[in-house]
């Protein structure tokens, strides 16, 4: 057994990869998601390019130790989902399946808890075994590592960070219909929310233009010493910081790995969340680390072969 698969199916591609079983990658590419009729070629599609890449590569699947997957969904231990967003499937036991048509053993989780065991493994989270990841995107993703090990849950749907209530007072809806949630304030475009609101009734002098203002935008201007600029970064942290500290209080992780687009803004970004996040820590939560993703793209590959181990 001196190999495993990796793989990340997305909305629109599925990256794949053949890692070495100590994380060396060997091969990485990419075939798009065939969504049409309720998601049927995915599994299909996919099972046909690892046999094509296994055979070009010489490696009989008696030397692969296994098949991990993440996915856009809550998925169980058992490797079944109820429904995608993004996929087109509605209930499927995506691990039985994936297994008959590859002839491996598969593991299934959701996309960014596996892409924090990926950063575990080989990323801004290497060398630690107790884990929290966010990742800031178009929304907030999580993942919660315990001894290695992902948080999944009774339905799939462990360390749903994005979602943790942070503001009671919020009238607005989050996606998923609730009201307050971190996502509204710590994604990409919470950041914009944050930042049109401060700039509506704004008399400073700023950079930030009302109308066209990017998370980017921000951290960008933050950079250049803008006071509007750090005082929406300063919201956003505390957001983002004090939740972070309420999850600390559960999970008592050694490190917090911070990834997504916004995460691009760089150590900058690290300040603004560690600050707030030690004023409302719990004294045995303190010493912990504060990392930026180094995966990027690939962090989901990595975490799924490390799933398969
Ligand atoms: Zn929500």
């Not at 048509?101 to 808890?113: F, P, Q, S, Y």
């Not at 998923?176 to 049109?196: D, I, M, N, P, W």
């Not at 970064?233 to 916004?262: M, S």
């Amino acid at each position: 057994m001196k190999y495993c698969l990796g793989v990340d199916v997305g909305g629109t591609t599925v990256k794949m990869g053949i890692f070495q079983n100590d994380g060396n990658l060997i091969d990485k590419w990419e075939i798009k998601t065939r969504t049409e009729n309720q998601g049927e070629a995915i599994l299909p599609d996919i099972a046909a390019a690892i046999n094509a890449k296994l055979t070009e590569h010489q490696i009989d699947k008696s030397e692969v130790s296994g098949i991990g997957m993440g996915i856009p969904a809550p998925v169980t231990k058992a490797g079944i989902v109820q429904k995608t967003a993004n996929l087109g499937w509605g209930y499927k036991e995506v691990k039985r399946e994936l297994e008959e048509l590859t002839g491996l053993k598969a593991h299934i989780g959701n996309d960014a808890n596996v892409a924090a065991l990926g950063e575990m493994w080989k990323g801004g989270g290497k060398g630690y075994r107790n884990l929290v990841m966010v990742t800031l995107g178009t929304g907030v993703g999580g993942g919660v590592i315990i001894e290695e090990e992902i948080l999944v849950g009774t339905n799939g749907a462990g360390a749903e960070i994005g979602h943790i209530c942070v503001n009671y007072e919020e009238t607005d809806n989050c996606g998923c219909g609730k009201q307050g949630c971190l996502e509204q304030y710590a994604s990409a475009t919470g950041v914009v929310r944050l930042a049109k609101k401060r700039l509506q009734d704004n008399a400073d002098e700023t950079v930030l233009n009302l109308e066209t203002v990017t998370a980017k935008d921000v951290f960008d201007a933050v950079k250049a010493g803008d006071k509007v600029a750090m005082e929406i970064a300063d919201q956003f942290g505390d957001y983002l910081g004090h939740a972070l500290a309420n999850i600390a209080v559960i999970v008592d992780p050694e490190v917090v790995v911070i990834g997504g687009g916004v995460s691009k803004a760089g150590e900058i970004l690290l300040g603004y969340i560690e600050k707030p996040y030690m004023e409302k820590a719990f004294f045995s939560n303190k010493e912990v680390k504060f990392a930026l993703a180094e995966l990027g793209n690939d962090a989901g590959i990595y975490g799924a072969a490390k799933l398969a181990l």
